[in-house]
């Protein structure tokens, strides 16, 4: 089992900047990638960007070269730098983890989430 925590969010206005923290606590030394996904009101959950044990990361096109995600394996933590928000970021983000098992299947936990608003 992997526990997640995230914390960070809050209210920002447009153009400011947010870091959101993800600690994880559990079988953390199998875990493969972590990520940040958002879900905005009406909207389905979307990933937002992910980082594999290795460092390999990705973005979603519309928060590419705003976010960057990193994550500090002696701490368990995943974090995600958010600047020059707008108000489309506006959404709960969450937390996610993927733990590979013993007999190679792979484990998916989520975090509570946490609120970005963006004000214009």
């Known amino acids: 089992q992997v526990q997640l925590v995230e914390s960070g969010g809050g209210l920002v206005q447009a153009g400011g900047s947010l870091r959101l923290s993800c600690v994880a606590s559990g079988s953390i030394s199998s875990i493969i990638t972590m990520a940040w996904y958002r879900q905005a009101p009406g909207n389905q959950r979307e990933l937002v960007a992910g980082i594999t044990d290795g460092g390999m990361t990705n973005y979603a096109d519309s928060v590419k070269g705003r976010f960057t995600i990193s994550r500090d394996n002696a701490k368990n933590t995943a974090y995600l730098q958010m600047n020059s928000l707008k108000p489309e970021d506006t959404a709960v983000y969450y937390c996610?983890?993927?733990?590979?098992?013993?007999?190679?299947?792979?484990?998916?936990?989520w975090g509570q989430g946490t609120q970005v608003t963006v004000s214009s």
């Open positions: 996610n983890a993927k733990r590979r098992g013993r007999t190679g299947f792979v484990y998916e936990y």
